[in-house]
């Protein structure tokens, strides 16, 4: 209870027991606090009495950091939480899950955390009803598909997956509302037709996967902007050509390209568009035999 609105710690390590104490929140200034790097000595105490201060804060925005943070309660009521970032921690699957009082979240940090189940991601988002940004990059995400159901928060609008443990299946639990999307540097060697219909996805970042052909816009209809950079793909498929009217600008460079007619022929397709290419090869030449 004091005028301090933005509070800052760095480096702490706790010395004292934790204690439970019971603070009353209301009327408090404060609208933002960021912890780093902070060190618990002593484990042996009641996890709740620790979580259940920051859970109950009164405050916007919250960045807890590198701080091997293990779980984060639910808020006992209503929150007004609209940006929570824990980066760089050890929570898990565990998080949020049917949790209700996180309505007005719209920013939620994840990245560099324990998280293993994407289905399991989707249902802590599909209570967060204003959520729009989602960063869930390196965790140790996996999907297995066999038609499990997803549910995410339909107001999702930019989702990063990237340095995660996907494949092809990731396609069947995905936010229906995504905007942009991020799968870089995963295992994904395909993506199936017919799988997702992400008709808001706007920009979508495949490099660093096991790509062996450029996939089609099939499932994502408004698409307009596609990174395959560092993949396996050796030649454009007329799936590409057909399917994808809207792509404006195509990042695909260090693939083993190899030099073919149809590899020319898109590549001026993509120019007469005003279509951006980056990484292409100069030049190629398309030799026919003779007769």
């Known amino acids: 209870h004091s005028s301090v609105e933005y509070f800052n710690i760095n480096n702490v390590t706790q010395m004292s ?3 439970h104490y019971n ?14 790097k902070i060190k618990i000595t002593d484990m042996y105490f ?8 920051f859970a109950d804060m009164n405050i916007t925005d919250m960045t807890i950091a590198d701080s091997e943070m293990i779980h984060m309660l639910c808020p006992s009521r209503k929150s007004s939480f609209r940006y929570l970032n ?13 949790c209700d009082n996180l309505a007005q979240l719209e920013t939620l940090i994840l990245q560099k955390n324990k998280f293993e189940s994407l289905r399991k991601v989707s249902f802590m988002t599909s209570r967060m009803k204003s959520l729009t940004y989602l960063d869930m ?25 990237s340095s995660n443990q996907l494949a092809g299946a990731v396609f069947e639990c995905l936010p229906a509302n995504v905007q942009k999307l991020s799968l870089r540097n995963n295992q994904i060697s395909n993506v199936p037709s017919g799988m997702a219909e992400l008709k808001s996805l706007e920009e979508l970042n495949l490099a660093s996967n096991r790509l062996a052909d450029l996939p089609g816009c099939g499932g994502f209809t408004s698409l307009q902007f596609l990174n ?8 454009p498929s007329a799936d590409f050509f057909q399917s994808c009217p809207r792509v404006r600008e195509l990042q695909a460079g260090h693939n083993p390209f190899q030099c073919s ?15 951006k290419l980056f990484g292409w090869p100069a030049a190629y030449v398309c030799e026919y035999p003779e007769g």
Do not use: P
């Not at 603070?23 to 780093?36: P, R, W």
């Not at 990059?137 to 997956?161: F, I, K, P, T, Y």
């Not at 395959?228 to 030649?235: A, K, P, W």
């Open 17 to 19: 027991d934790i204690e």
């Open 23 to 36: 603070f009353d929140y209301s009327g408090t200034s404060m609208k933002a606090l960021t912890m780093k």
């Open 46 to 53: 009641s996890q709740d009495d620790l979580y259940e201060i």
């Open 86 to 98: 824990f980066l760089k921690n050890d929570l898990t699957d565990f998080l949020f899950q049917k």
């Open 137 to 161: 990059s390196n965790n140790l995400l996996r999907h297995d598909g066999a038609g499990v159901q997803c549910q995410w928060a339909e107001s999702l609008a930019e989702l990063d997956l």
């Open 228 to 235: 395959v950079e560092m993949n396996s793909i050796l030649t």
């Open 261 to 275: 007619c149809e590899l020319q022929a898109f590549i001026r397709l993509e120019r007469r568009s005003g279509g």
